[in-house]
């Protein structure tokens, strides 16, 4: 079957829109029909198996991408519907009827059809890797072979929300301080390129011996009004050579060892690595994936090449027969702490509830760790923003004494 988008007046004459499954758009429109729906319009919405509508290149396909927050709540939502006792196919068939989300509207429609045709689960989340990462895939893979998929489903359920907590304490965190760096910066912006020219130009006509001090600020003032292009091209020829750079595998291991290295972001980013490689592998062992199959999974959402490196040599380390924690505690990367614990859940053959552990430790740390980074970066802001606007008056204000004691 494939699945159609469609836009079709009720009965009253409103104008309504959505997808509808079907063998084809004739036994589309006479189930519409049969709904009490007239169709106007017809239209394949094909998904492809990137998990992207086929037509998804567009600007408004960028902007409807699936994102955690919608797969955090279908999911949690599945794992209801199961837990109540209905079969899959019913469920997947509600999720498709109450999802506002369009992308995702149709991505579930497509699975239903695909499960109804007796393909597995798992094997048709795999085909939308953008939309459900291997992560997922493993998870629910599990959770069909231990016949208990709507634990599985409340696990993942459970996984995403609190990395969308997480995410969402953070930028909470920094809103404010990236907020007054942006307004600090166009207001120094505005005085230097507008307010301080006219100020300064009087002190020119008068063909006045000026201080050091002022002839600074006006040549930092020419410089701005006359070359802003310059530095805007730098910035962004600067912001893309980065990002390319960062692209590149020497690129992303120099740019990964240069936030680890510096202060405080540094300890913030290997907080952030740590827990989510705990709770990552917490989650997959209790689901059943197995060890070295949970850490091929794990190493590529640490967000960090050198954990993903240390990680990637502690799977090779334990198909030879050695230990998790040993290779991960040479590596220099994971706090003795997290390494030790990890060491004693495997040796008590209580190595989820250890990771779990560790990364609810690492978490509060990381929160912790945040409100320190803020209540640095907020003091300091005013701090050059009050030295910039010192500057500036400094430099009004000399030339204006100057000539006063000139007229006395």
Known sequence: MAVYEYTALDTNGRKLKGIVDAGSIVAARQRLRESGIFPVEFREAAVSRKGDPLSGRSVASFFSRTGPAEISAMTRQLATLLGAGLPLVPSLNILVAQTSHSQLKKILAQIKEEVNEGNSLSGILSSFPRTFPPFYVNMV????????????????????????????????ALAYPMFMFAVGCLIMFFLVTFVVPNITQVFEEMNQTLPLITIALIAASRFFQSFWWILLAVTVSAAVFLNYAAGTPRGKQRWDRFKLGLPLIGALTGKMAVARFSRTLATLLESGVPLLNSLDIVKNIVGNSLIRDAVENAGKEIEEGQSLSSPLARSGLFPPIATEMIAVGEQSGNLENMLYRIADAHEKEVEASVSVVTSIM??????????????IVVSVLLPIFEMNQLVR
């Open 141 to 172: 893979r599990a959770g069909e072979a231990s016949g208990m998929m709507e634990l599985v489903l409340e696990r993942l359920a459970d996984f995403f929300e609190r990395q969308q907590e997480l995410r969402r304490k953070i930028k909470t």
């Open 378 to 391: 907020e003091p300091a802001m005013i701090l050059i923003m009050g030295l910039v606007v010192g500057f």
